[in-house]
């Protein structure tokens, strides 16, 4: 009889462990945030819930934090973009550096920054120089950016967001707190 209440004992126990083990894979799984790969172009729905990381291959992502306002499927595309802005059609003094890059919407980031991501073996910076993110917006045509004009009857202009250099990453990257829907590209402004 004690034998059958240690089997029953020692099999409840194998049970709760294997309850609190699965629980704790589904939390961990909750957690782990999905990745979605492709070769220069990803085009997925993303969950606000879960968050994503879209890689479009050599070392170019885009990281949408949990909790980001988007619902729960955003269907979202970003690329390598067709045409790379020259330094000029950004602004007067602007290098651009690395591949130019498509994001199709504008994204709010909400609470945590949507993280813009370029491998980079070195600082690209130069003494006086800074790193930026240029982001092309749709803005108001005017005498100097008439040219650019787009199908939605605005043209095109940029924004600048600070960009940094991690060494221990080997990546320049870019923290966002919206995206414009357009082309996006690292490059350096001088700081003059």
């Not at 126990?13 to 309850?19: N, P, W």
């Not at 045409?83 to 890059?101: D, E, M, N, R, S």
Request: aromatic fraction near 6%; hydrophobic fraction near 45%.
């Amino acid at each position: 009889m004690a034998a059958l209440g240690l089997v029953s004992s020692t099999r409840f126990a194998l049970l709760t462990a294997a309850v609190l083990l699965l629980s704790a894979a589904h939390t961990l799984a909750e957690e782990e945030m999905p990745r979605f790969n492709g070769n220069g172009s990803v085009t997925q729905a993303i969950n606000g819930d879960v968050g994503a990381v879209l890689d479009i291959g050599s070392g170019l992502t885009m990281t949408f934090p949990k909790g980001i306002p988007v619902g729960r499927s955003r269907l979202v595309t970003f690329k390598k973009a067709a045409k790379k802005p020259t330094g000029a059609q950004v602004k007067k003094g602007f290098t651009p550096i690395g591949t130019a890059l498509d994001f199709n919407m504008p994204v709010s980031a909400g609470g945590a920054p949507i993280i813009l991501s370029m491998a980079s073996k070195a600082d690209p910076r130069k003494k006086g120089e800074r790193l930026v993110l240029a982001m092309e917006v749709g803005t108001l045509c005017n005498d100097e950016n008439k040219a650019t004009k787009g199908k939605n009857g605005l043209c095109s202009g940029w924004e600048f967001v600070d960009a940094e250099f991690d060494s221990t990453a080997a990546a320049v990257t870019a923290k966002l707190q919206s995206t414009g829907g357009l082309r996006m590209v690292f490059g350096l402004l001088s700081e003059k």
